[in-house]
């Protein structure tokens, strides 16, 4: 594929903390992800898919978007680094790196975004609907007041009240789950009736079985061997073991939920294959994305925020400006 890509048929489209997405102009359902261009910490991409491929893939299954390695040639990768510069991104590629993923764009079609925090956005297309999701870290037995991630947007400020809280999604309780459902679309405070897709989202909640459901996948293979207790006692980077590796890698993911209405107007089926869910004539489709490795070398950043949030009183005290317990 070498010599074949040519820069001036992609344009921007996102960019995250590591990552620049750029989208094909002749073909917007597919989206090109390159790594950002960083001194220190790098993870190349090749690194990245191979852990897809032989360690994600093999828990998340379906759920994980197809994705394919594309070479990159110098002359590419400078072709897009100053489209960055002219357009001023305000970010750069790593121009030394080889290759380059191709995969489905998830939001190709979107003509409009609600969002009010970087947790949760509803793009509207006009054949769909797509609830973007980053759920973080899921703790399916809460035994402090707050869960931690309300501990940790508490204590850094980043919002002033609780919008949802993604762990209560596990709850067995069918109540908690649906208002939690509704917190999320009420967040969005989208100029839409979102109240189909509460119902769909909510069902498929309740109606999947673990290895259905991805937030009890992803909650299961966050909290293996209880991962989360060890990053208070690291001290150098061999102290991080595969199983917090996979759990911080699974705590950072984003998740689309695609609502399409069925042709099929008759249809009463209710059934969950794959990556989809079946509601009568609604089909729920489930990607996830951003599920890149992490470096063991950000051990001290981990554990300085876990013990910075055990010392502060975010986890137990209670602030009722910020909203009630998180108890599931
Ligand atoms: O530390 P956190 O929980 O704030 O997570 C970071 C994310 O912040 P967020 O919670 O989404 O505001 C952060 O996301 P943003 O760039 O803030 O959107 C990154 O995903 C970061 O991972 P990496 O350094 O790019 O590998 C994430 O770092 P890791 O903790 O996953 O290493
Ligand atoms: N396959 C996709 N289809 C549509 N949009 C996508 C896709 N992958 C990523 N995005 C969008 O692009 C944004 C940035 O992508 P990505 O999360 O891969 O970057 P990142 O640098 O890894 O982000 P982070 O800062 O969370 O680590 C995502 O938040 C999402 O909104």
Redo the contacts with the bound molecule.
């Keep these: 594929m070498v010599g074949q890509l040519d820069a001036s048929e992609w344009r921007y489209?996102?960019?995250?903390?590591?990552?620049v997405?750029l989208q094909n102009k002749s073909d917007s359902r597919k989206?090109l992800?390159l790594r950002?261009y960083k001194p220190s910490d790098y993870q190349s991409t090749i690194d990245i898919y191979r852990y897809i491929n032989s360690i994600i893939a093999v828990i998340l299954k379906d759920f994980v978007?197809p994705m394919e390695l594309l070479e990159l040639s110098p002359t590419f990768s400078n072709g897009i680094s100053n489209l960055l510069k002219t357009e001023n991104r305000n970010c750069d590629i790593e121009t030394q790196e080889k290759y380059g993923i191709l995969?489905?764009?998830?939001?190709s079609g979107v003509i409009q975004t609600f969002s009010t925090g970087k947790f949760a956005?509803l793009h509207i297309s006009n054949d769909s609907v797509t609830l973007?999701l980053?759920p973080k870290w899921l703790d399916p037995t809460i035994t402090t007041l707050y869960c931690r991630n309300c501990a940790n947007e508490k204590h850094y400020e980043k919002s002033s009240s609780r919008n949802f809280c993604s762990s209560r999604l596990l709850s067995k309780d069918k109540s908690v789950v649906l208002g939690t459902v509704r917190d999320i679309f009420r967040s969005l405070q989208a100029k839409i009736d979102t109240s189909l897709y509460e119902k769909i989202l909510f069902q498929y909640f309740v109606s999947a079985s673990e290895d259905q459901n991805i937030l009890q996948l992803l909650s299961v293979f966050q909290n293996q061997n209880d991962n989360r207790k060890l990053i208070k006692t690291l001290e150098s980077e061999k102290d991080v073991t595969d199983d917090l590796l996979l759990g911080m890698a699974l705590r950072?993911v984003?998740i689309?939920f695609k609502f399409i209405e069925l042709d099929d107007k008759s249809s009463n089926s209710k059934h969950v294959r794959g990556n989809e869910f079946i509601l009568g004539q609604n089909r729920l489709l489930i990607?996830v994305?951003?599920i890149?490795n992490k470096s063991a070398k950000k051990w001290k950043y981990w554990k300085d925020t876990e013990c910075e949030l055990l010392d502060s009183k975010e986890f137990d005290e209670l602030d009722l400006s910020w909203g009630p317990g998180c108890v599931l």
């Design positions: 489209f996102a960019k995250g903390n590591a990552n997405l989206l992800r950002q978007v995969m489905d764009n998830c939001l956005k973007e980053k950072d984003t689309f990607k994305v951003d890149d």
